[in-house]
Each structure stands twice: as structure tokens, then as C-alpha cells.
């Protein structure tokens, strides 16, 4: 039991990302001390050579200069070996063409975790899904190396990149103009002002014209998309 539990255990939002150095198709990195100042999707994909995990490689590595232009690094993981990383990204260079894309070289690092220790730190082996295989878990980390975001999906099921895209930017989007995004949110779409901390402060958000105000806790502004994907996107 003590055993399954260190497997299982994991960090949580608003944690320091658990520290390590590894190996990788890019060199030795220590995470996150080699990003801050940046944000870091770090996710981890059960084996090379594997169907699903190519299809999520290759979205990857195609939107990799998207994510990068929102001062965003990318970093994988599975507990397959670097020759095996190596031979399997070759591969998809120079063999696998998928929803138009082909001849995709994946230039951000895939860690090797043999030993599976970055994998248990963060909690990416599930036993009752796959003892000997990581799940498909993406942290997000922010610039001062704390995690924001985790999203867990079992082998079977390959990610949304649209949704991936869209959480760090409603993350940075947040952050920069201190407001939350409702659901489905997108830049452009109203944005989420916080409940007011007393009777006065509701009643001028219910007269202010700039805020839309469907009760006293409900209030949405206007923040316009243009405004935020400049600021964020200028801020690498």
C-alpha cells in the first residue's frame, strides 16, 4: 500500500513544481529552474512508437511555435529510453503523415524517465489505468515555477491542442488583467470581474456602464482581443 501510494502521489495546484534533471532528446535539463521566467507545459505520453502519442507529437511540434510565441516552452515525457525517443522521432520525420502534416521534426525535448522518477514525483503513473505506463497528464507551470493547471487523460483518449492553447492563454489573460474567464471562454468574449467586497463597491459596479452587472456577483466587462493577445503575446 505505502508503494501504490508514492506512485499516486502527485502535486497540486498552486505547489512549486517538484524539481529534477533529466535527460532528454535536447540535452540535460533541471526543471523548472531552466524556465523560469517562461511558462512550461510539461506532459507525458505512455510509450514511443505508439499511435495516439504520434498524433499528439506531431500536433505538438506543428503548433510549437504558437505556444512558444506566448513565451510558452514545451516538454515531454515517457518512460521509453532516448535511443528509443531518437528512432521514434526519426520516424515521424520520415514516415508519418497525419491530417496534412508531414516531414514534422520535434525540436522541444522529450525526457527519458526509464527508472520512472519524474513520473511518480508528479504522479503520471496510475496503476489502475497502467502500472508500467504513463498517463497522459500536462502541468502547466508559470513563469516563477508554480503549477497552475493539471489535466489528466487515460491512454486511450488523445488530447484537444485547441484546449491546451486556450487554458494557458485564459491563464495569462487572468494574471496580466486580474479578471476570470467564464466558461468557454476565448479572447474577445466577456470577461469575469470578481464579486465585490462591500455594499457600496456592488452598488457603483451596478452603475458603472463599462460593467455589466446581471446581479451583484455577476458581473462581466468588455476586454477586447486585440488588447489581449498583445499583451501577452509581446510579453515573451
Not at 510558452?72 to 518512460?79: A, Y
Not at 492553447?165 to 496580466?176: F, G, K, S
Request: with cysteine; net charge negative; glycine share 6%.
Amino acid at each position: 500500500m505505502e508503494n501504490q501510494d508514492q506512485v499516486m502521489s502527485m502535486p497540486r495546484i498552486g505547489d512549486p513544481a517538484p524539481e529534477f534533471r533529466a535527460v532528454t532528446t535536447q540535452g540535460e535539463i533541471n526543471f523548472p529552474s531552466d524556465y523560469i521566467g517562461k511558462w512550461a507545459i510539461l506532459f507525458s505520453h505512455p510509450a514511443d512508437f505508439t499511435p495516439v502519442c504520434t498524433s499528439e507529437f506531431m500536433t505538438f511540434a506543428h503548433l510549437e511555435k504558437q505556444f512558444n510565441d506566448a513565451n510558452c516552452e514545451l516538454i515531454g515525457l515517457s518512460i521509453d529510453g532516448l535511443y528509443s525517443h531518437i528512432a521514434w522521432l526519426r520516424t515521424i520525420k520520415e514516415k508519418i503523415e497525419y491530417k496534412g502534416m508531414k516531414d514534422i521534426e520535434v525540436t522541444f525535448p522529450l525526457i527519458e524517465d526509464i527508472k520512472m522518477d519524474v513520473a511518480k514525483k508528479y504522479g503520471m503513473i496510475q496503476p489502475n489505468e497502467d502500472s508500467t505506463k504513463a498517463v497522459r497528464a500536462v502541468f502547466f507551470v508559470d513563469p516563477r515555477g508554480i503549477i497552475r493547471t493539471i489535466i489528466y487523460y487515460p491512454l486511450s483518449l488523445g488530447r484537444n491542442f485547441d484546449e491546451l492553447y486556450r487554458v494557458l492563454i485564459a491563464l495569462q489573460t487572468a494574471d496580466e488583467f486580474g479578471i476570470a474567464t467564464p466558461a468557454d471562454w476565448r479572447p474577445g468574449d466577456d470577461v469575469i470581474i470578481g464579486p465585490a467586497g462591500s455594499c457600496g463597491t456592488a452598488k457603483e459596479r451596478m452603475e458603472d456602464g463599462d460593467i455589466d452587472c446581471k446581479d451583484w456577483f455577476f458581473c462581466t466587462k468588455k476586454l477586447d482581443k486585440d488588447i489581449v493577445l498583445d499583451k501577452i503575446l509581446k510579453k515573451k
